[in-house]
Structure formats: C-alpha cells, structure tokens
Antibody, heavy 122, light 110 residues
Framework: QLQLQESGPGLVKPSETLSLTCTVS??????????WGWIRQPPGKGLEWIGS???????SYNPSLKSRVTISVDTSKNQLSLKLSSVTAADTAVYYC??????????????WGQGTLVTVSS | QSALTQPASVSGSPGQSITISCTGT?????????VSWYQQHPGKAPKLMIY???KRPSGVSNRFSGSKSGNKASLTISGLQAEDEADYYC??????????FGGGTKLTVL
C-alpha cells in the first residue's frame, strides 16, 4: 500500500523559506505514469494546487505561486520536496503531498499524505 | 487560473439525493473529461470519490455519481447517509500539466 508522509518545520518566520519533504513508501517515486505534487489548505478554506513534478524532474506550478515555488525529487531517497520563499501569514496552511495520475490515465489524485500544518508567524 | 466555482453549501435529508455543481471554463472543465471529486472529513486528507467525470474508484459507493455538460461538472449523491456529511471538492485538469480545484462545498445531512 502506497503511503506518503510530509515532514518539516511547523513554524516559519515571515519572509523566510518554507521547506517540506514528502517521503513515499510502498512504491517508487520513479514510476512512470505518475506525477507527484503539493496541495495546501489554509485553515477553514479550500484546496489550492501548488505544483507538480514528474519523476524525470519536469515541473508545473500554480501561476499565482510560481515565482516563489520550487518542487524537486530525490529518487535515491524516494522523496519529493517543496520550497516556498518569502512567506507571509497568507501561506499558513495544511500542506499535503499527493500522487496524481498522468494526463492520459485520468489526471486524478489517488494517494494523499496526512498533511502537515505550517504556521507563518514571528 | 481561477478556482472552479462550487456552491458554498448544500443540504439534504437522509435518503434524499443532492447534486453539487462545479463550474469552470472552456480552458479546464470544458476542454477535458478529466474532472475528479474529493470528499474531505474534518481533520482528514481528501479522498478520491470520482475520476474522469463519472468513474468510481474501487470501494466507493455507487450512491456517488458524476456527470459533465459543457463547462459544468456535477456530483450527485443519492440515498444520503449521515456519513456523507463532509466537504466536497472538484478538480479539473487545465492543460500543460496544471490542475485547478474548486472552492469546496459543505454538505450537511439534516
């Protein structure tokens, strides 16, 4: 059974960089047919797609966040990572990592991590 | 890239049917039969309920069904049960490996 687990600091100061890691177990992050991504949810609000990455390293980002986001994969550790720079209180959210089927297979998110709350505050 | 439009809330009594709409544009919902729906209970991760507009993953009740017409997708839940009370989100592929979520709909079972 595929499992995803987010990890990283729960508190980040304004203007600093938020860094999270997602460890994938029970399957390989290098498998074709899948994208891996980050989705966030501010407290009491809806889901927002942050970005996705293919195992080859090809990335796509939400245009509204693109200038501040970097997503990468470490296939040797079966991990993906998220870096979000110049954070403000508006970036406070639960951050989820998830697996997405590629376009030709439906483009849906089938496995999700449990999520990790990141608070931006001084 | 704007969020897909969903009603903020819907409600229904046990046994009834409800429908949640998800309105996008010709660049996302209207261009691809790649709409998925997710159920989220408080404090939990989203769960896939419908993919490719109308397909159900293994293990999802056949009380859940999906459809699409033009730029609008819909999720219908029949035979409402108390356990269906949750937030529901639609998501559409939007081209160039991007996706967009709806704003979410809170379903209350009366």
């Amino acid at each position: 059974q595929l499992q995803l687990q987010e990890s990283g600091p729960g508190l980040v100061k304004p203007s600093e960089t938020l860094s999270l890691t997602c460890t994938v177990s029970g399957g390989s992050i290098s498998s074709s047919s899948y994208y891996w991504g980050w989705i966030r949810q501010p407290p009491g609000k809806g889901l927002e797609w942050i970005g996705s990455i293919y195992y080859s390293g090809s990335t796509s980002y939400n245009p509204s966040l693109k200038s501040r986001v970097t997503i990468s994969v470490d296939t040797s550790k079966n991990q993906l990572s998220l870096k979000l720079s110049s954070v403000t209180a508006a970036d406070t959210a639960v951050y989820y990592c998830a697996r997405r089927m590629e376009y030709s297979s439906g483009a849906y998110w089938d496995y999700w991590g449990q999520g990790t709350l990141v608070t931006v505050s001084s | 890239q704007s969020a897909l439009t969903q009603p903020a809330s819907v409600s229904g009594s046990p046994g009834q049917s409800i429908t949640i709409s998800c309105t996008g544009t010709s660049s996302d919902v209207g261009s691809f039969n790649l709409v998925s729906w997710y159920q989220q209970h408080p404090g939990k991760a989203p769960k896939l309920m419908i993919y490719e507009v109308s397909k159900r993953p293994s293990g999802v009740s056949n009380r859940f069904s999906g459809s699409k017409s033009g730029n609008k997708a819909s999720l219908t839940i029949s035979g409402l049960q108390a356990e269906d009370e949750a937030d529901y989100y639609c998501c559409s592929y939007a081209g160039s490996s991007t996706v967009v979520f709806g704003g979410g709909t809170k379903l209350t079972v009366l």
